[in-house]
């Protein structure tokens, strides 16, 4: 079975300041990753995925993530916060057994301070 | 890019009643449509991965006389809520993949707010 952690419900940052959300995953098979952010009321987003090839990947809105076998993780990061990137941020593992159906972690709110 | 709708955004119903939401894809075909509840404060759980043409697979714990399925084309897949209660509302999430592309990209629908009164 796959799943994700995601370390810290909220995080707090003030704008232009560096964005750093915690994922970890657990697969038994290469893991597909994604970054999904959420807005109030809304449906998900994706920032960016991880399939194969390159760790460092590279999404929308100057977000980023690295893929690291090592550690498990697949931290999401942006250099400079902005206001607007408040929202609710979901780290996601695809399970090829479940049709790619996708398993989420339980989110992190991220609050950007001015 | 690949956009699909989902409807109604919000609905208010009563006790006993049932609801049926659905989930288009417009601008692509989606052999595969997933079907999530989210709870407040809560992360998406998967309920049910609704195949064209055949029937849905339901995870763990979800009734399937309950959530009925219907996935009748490659662009449109249904969830009826049956006999709803004030225990199912919630915020329901479809989400398609493109089967001319990387299944493992999902497109989400806005979601469909559900309050059982």
């Known amino acids: 079975a796959q799943s994700v952690t995601q370390l810290g419900s909220h995080v707090s940052v003030s704008e232009g300041a560096l964005v750093l959300l915690r994922c970890n995953y657990s697969s038994s098979v290469p893991p597909y990753l994604f970054w999904y952010v959420q807005y109030p009321n809304q449906g998900l987003q994706l920032l960016l995925k991880?399939?194969?090839?390159?760790?460092l990947v590279k999404g929308i809105n100057g977000f980023e993530a690295e893929f690291k076998k090592s550690e498990t993780s697949f931290h999401l990061t942006k250099p400079s916060a902005h206001m607007s990137d408040a929202a609710e941020y979901f780290c996601?593992?695809?399970?090829?057994?479940?049709?790619?159906?996708?398993?989420f972690g339980k989110g992190t709110s991220l609050l950007v301070t001015p | 890019g690949a956009v699909v709708s989902q409807h109604p955004s919000r609905v208010i119903c009563k006790s006993g009643t049932s609801v049926k939401i659905e989930c288009r894809s417009l601008d692509f075909q989606a052999t595969t449509m997933f079907w999530y509840r989210q709870f407040p404060k809560k992360s998406l759980m998967l309920m049910a991965t609704s195949n064209e043409g055949s029937k849905a697979t339901y995870e763990q714990g979800v009734e399937k006389d309950k959530f009925l399925i219907n996935h009748a084309s490659l662009t449109l897949s249904t969830l009826t809520v049956t006999s709803a209660h004030p225990e199912d509302s919630s915020f329901y999430i479809c989400?398609?993949?493109?089967?001319?592309?990387?299944?493992?990209?999902?497109?989400f629908g806005a979601g469909t707010r559900l309050s059982v009164l």
């Open positions: 991880y399939t194969t090839g390159a760790t």
């Open positions: 989400s398609a993949g493109d089967r001319e592309k990387a299944k493992n990209i999902q497109y």
């Open positions: 996601a593992v695809s399970d090829p057994n479940s049709g790619y159906a996708l398993n």
